[in-house]
């Protein structure tokens, strides 16, 4: 068991996953893309499951992006199918596991039934203190920080605010995420060297862990490894070696 300790450097306190590869894993394998997305979700709950052994305390997972509307209809109906699925049969697990079920995006843009199924979610475990596991459907970096701004300028207009109370902290709270630390590691499985329009503002400072294996096989020894090669790097903040540790 890790030392759940949140001063424990080696363990990063929020982890966010780009889940990519479950298209790739399927034709490899000569099946429809569909089944790479339903060994997709038994990793979504395997990894749910062992984060907290794990010491981590939260972990926001990239589901579906803004961009992802544009696949073929087929293949957004059946993700859809598979979202509704998965919080008719584990949100009682995850509430009895003592997570704290989360959403960032638009969820606005999901079918009204999956709106309220992830309503009655948020309701029924907001009170609990274990893993915060965040899922970013419909979700889009730019628009996040886009709203964000809207959000900001509507209270300068109203008076509320001034220009000059506009601040980074200001601007963190303002976001999907407001009241989540940033993430200190970044893991995008399948090996693809990009962001993909997932927490722009919030990975400012986030190590990054790309691994070649596609998001079906990524396993609990697979977060392990993503966790020690975390505990291995320096993380400076901008500044040196040595005044980092002061
Ligand atoms: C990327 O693989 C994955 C997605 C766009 C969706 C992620 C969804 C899941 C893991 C399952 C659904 C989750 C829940 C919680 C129900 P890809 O299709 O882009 O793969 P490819 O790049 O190989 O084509």
Redesign the pocket.
Known sequence: MADQSPNNPKIPQHVAII???????A?ERGLA?IR??QH??E??EEIIRVAPELGIKYLT?????KE?WQ?PKDEVSF?MG??AA?LDQKLEEMHRNNVVFNTIGEIGDLPKPIQEKIAQGKEKTKKNTGLVAT?AFSYSARAEITRACRLIARKVVDGVLKPEDINEDLLSRSMYTGTLPDPDLLIRT?G?MRISNFLLWQISYAELYVTEK??PDFTKEELVKAIEAFGGRERRFGRTSVSSKQ
């Open positions: 889940m990519d590869g479950n298209g790739r894993w034709n893309r790479g997305h997709g979700v990793r979504v997972l990239y589901a579906f992006s992802n696949r993700l598979l979202l998965y899922f399948s693809e596609y998001w």
